[in-house]
């Protein structure tokens, strides 16, 4: 979750974001929804705050992707889901599980508990002052 508040970068994006993406100071990131289109690439400062994040990601799993997780168990290539194209890969569904999880351990609950996507949306339509960008509140 800090990864996608600290880049505004989507659930797909996240998952997909590797440790080659960092060079020079900044994740370089093509967006998975301009990806077939006009293909704009994202450059996002790496400040302290993401840098720790990243730091983070780097633990005794050897993995190309910043968001990754041991496999239950070894299962082989042609078993695999189509979108994974490494072991360790998490895919966007896993994500979301696992933001829901942590949020029902958390005992966060109400009629409309958050999900990965509505706390990035709240965060993606604030702008610095806290007021939302889209509808000037």
């Given at each position: ?29 093509v ?14 400062a ?79 339509c604030r ?11």
């Amino acid at each position: 979750m800090d990864l996608s508040l600290l880049t505004l970068l989507r659930r797909e994006d996240v998952v997909s974001l590797s440790f080659s993406d960092a060079r020079a100071g900044s994740l370089w990131v093509v967006p998975s929804k301009t990806e077939g289109t006009s293909g704009v690439r994202l450059q996002i400062a790496i400040g302290p705050e993401l840098e720790a994040v990243l730091a983070r990601a780097r633990d005794a799993v050897v993995s190309p992707f910043v968001v990754h997780r041991l496999p239950d168990k070894a299962r082989p290539q042609d078993k695999r889901a189509k979108a994974r194209t490494h072991h360790m890969q998490v895919l966007p569904e896993q994500l979301s599980r696992a933001f829901a999880d942590a949020r029902d351990e958390a005992e966060i609950v109400g009629d409309n508990p958050p999900t990965f996507h509505g706390a990035w949306a709240v965060r993606c339509c604030r702008n610095r002052d806290g007021r939302c960008s889209r509808c000037r509140r």
